[in-house]
């Protein structure tokens, strides 16, 4: 089909005829090597073949596609194998979207464990401390572990009060941070 044709850089009449290694070329994403002919693998084992993550396929003009895939045997009445069925889509567009949340996470997590301010993430609906970074951890002298286990009520000099106006302000997004005595 013209989808897979895109992605192998082969049209089906250019295709015919030639083995499926050549057409369907993949490799591991991270290290590069080939990864053996789903096809292959399934005529070998039987049954159906799906392979792993981080998978390339190379087209024909050399461009690559992040490819999630699977193989499964075509039989005949008597149950014999008389071919493969194989099916794959490019999932490059996941594969980045997923990669730029890890990035961004990864410099959110950096910003938060090395920031000399005191940080906590606090569930907004129940005020219990979700994560603490060190100079929080510092400051008010728990580890991270009992300041998980907390509310933001334990920590803070706010009468109920002011805490439940604060918990308001952020449910209504008016507020994303405030700043309490200690």
Aim: with cysteine.
């Amino acid at each position: 089909n013209a989808v897979d044709e895109r992605l192998t850089g082969w049209t089906t009449w250019d295709a015919a005829g030639r083995p499926v290694e050549e057409i369907f070329r993949i490799v591991d994403g991270a290290s590069g090597s080939a990864v053996p002919s789903p096809v292959a693998k399934m005529l070998r084992e039987g049954g159906a073949v799906e392979l792993g993550n981080h998978i390339v396929l190379i087209a024909g003009d050399g461009s690559e596609h992040q490819v999630a895939d699977s193989c499964s045997a075509i039989r005949d009445a008597r149950g014999q194998v008389i071919g493969a069925v194989l099916v794959f889509r490019d999932v490059s567009e996941e594969y980045r979207q997923r990669m730029a949340l890890r990035a961004s996470e990864e410099r959110h997590r950096i910003l938060f464990e090395k920031n000399r301010a005191i940080q906590l993430l606090v569930d907004a609906a129940t005020g219990a401390v979700i994560d603490a970074n060190p100079a929080a951890c510092d400051f008010y002298g728990y580890t991270r572990e009992r300041l998980r286990q907390m509310t933001i009520g334990e920590i803070n000099a706010l009468d109920a009060h002011a805490q439940q106006h604060v918990v308001e302000m952020i449910r209504a997004e008016k507020r994303h941070h405030f700043v309490v005595r200690h």
